[in-house]
Nanobody, 126 residues
């Protein structure tokens, strides 16, 4: 079993940047997909970005493409979400998620992932 710990959230003004990190703890195994989701007040959890661990292939929601970048460091077993040009509508709790094996579930849906972090708050002021 793997636990995921997010960090890097905080308060930032519109146009600013933040970098989120997701670090696994406990027992580890081969990862297939790492993803970032977010949940704003009164809204459902939505897909932000994902990366295939082995290949480094990346995927983004339309709302963040061009502003956010997902990356991973194999040596540190860490995934990052670099967030630039932040907007007030980016305000949400951001969650890291892990898919440990291939499945036919679409990687943009929460059902595709097996483990979740507890989330880190990102607040963007006007």
């Amino acid at each position: 079993q793997v636990q995921l710990v997010e960090s890097g959230g905080g308060l930032v003004q519109a146009g600013g940047s933040l970098r989120l990190s997701c670090v696994p703890s406990g027992r580890t195994f081969s990862y297939y997909t790492m993803g970032w989701f977010r949940q704003a007040p009164g809204k459902e959890r939505e897909f932000v970005a994902a990366t295939r661990w082995s290949s480094g292939s990346t995927y983004y929601s339309d709302s963040v493409k061009g502003r956010f970048t997902i990356s991973r460091d194999n040596a540190k077993n860490t995934v990052y979400l670099q967030m630039n040009s932040l907007k007030p509508e980016d305000t949400a709790v951001y969650y890291c998620a892990l898919q440990y094996a291939y499945s036919f579930a679409v990687l943009t849906t929460t059902s595709a992932y097996d483990y979740w972090g507890q989330g880190t708050q990102v607040t963007v002021s006007s």
